[in-house]
């Protein structure tokens, strides 16, 4: 019985080890709750290691896409970068989905704002300032 509870000791603690082992973003650029004034040229997702890059949206506050390229490769790298078109001044959120080497989807989001260089601060929308990551949206 001591064995089988030992065994049993040892299995929890691996798993529990390798549920805090799952990757997320690490940095972006624009920086979650960057407010710009200069439009950005690039995207760029950092992990904090090599995942498969599943699923990337861009959108504006009126919910329309900016238009992003999945790289077309599918092996597992830990920094993304996009050429972004010409942005407006604009709220925008970046939504994105990754697979680690593990197999566990992951996903998350940051917003970032755009300013018009000829805007007053004082009349621009308050920015919504969340950061959210959700895990284990499925197992593959």
Same mark, same amino acid.
């Given at each position: 019985?001591?064995? +089988?509870?030992?065994?049993?000791?040892?299995?929890?603690?691996?798993?529990?080890?390798?549920? +805090?082992?799952?990757? !997320? %973003? !690490?940095?972006?650029?624009?920086?979650?709750?960057?407010?710009?004034?200069?439009?950005?040229?690039?995207? *760029?997702?950092?992990?904090?290691?090599?995942?498969?890059?599943?699923? %990337? $949206?861009m959108? =504006? =506050?009126?919910?329309?896409?900016?238009?992003? $390229? %999945?790289?077309?490769?599918?092996s597992?790298?830990?920094?993304?970068?996009?050429?972004?078109?010409?942005?407006?001044?604009?709220?925008y959120?970046?939504?994105?989905?990754?697979?680690?080497?593990? !197999?566990?989807?992951?996903? !998350?989001? +940051?917003? +970032?704002?755009?300013?018009?260089?000829?805007?007053?601060?004082?009349?621009?929308?308050?920015?919504?300032? *969340?950061?959210e990551?959700? *895990?284990?949206?499925?197992?593959?």
């Open positions: 019985m001591k064995l +089988f509870n030992n065994v049993l000791v040892v299995a929890s603690l691996l798993l529990s080890a390798s549920a +805090f082992a799952h990757v !997320g %973003l !690490g940095s972006s650029m624009p920086a979650n709750g960057a407010m710009l004034s200069q439009a950005p040229t690039t995207l *760029e997702l950092t992990f904090t290691a090599p995942v498969r890059l599943v699923k %990337l $949206t959108q =504006d =506050d009126k919910q329309q896409s900016v238009p992003l $390229t %999945l790289p077309a490769s599918t597992s790298q830990a920094a993304f970068s996009f050429a972004l078109p010409s942005l407006s001044a604009a709220n959120t970046v939504n994105w989905m990754i697979m680690g080497d593990d !197999g566990h989807k992951m996903k !998350g989001n +940051f917003s +970032f704002m755009l300013h018009d260089s000829g805007m007053n601060s004082r009349s621009a929308p308050p920015m919504k300032m *969340e950061h990551i959700s *895990e284990h949206t499925a197992h593959q």
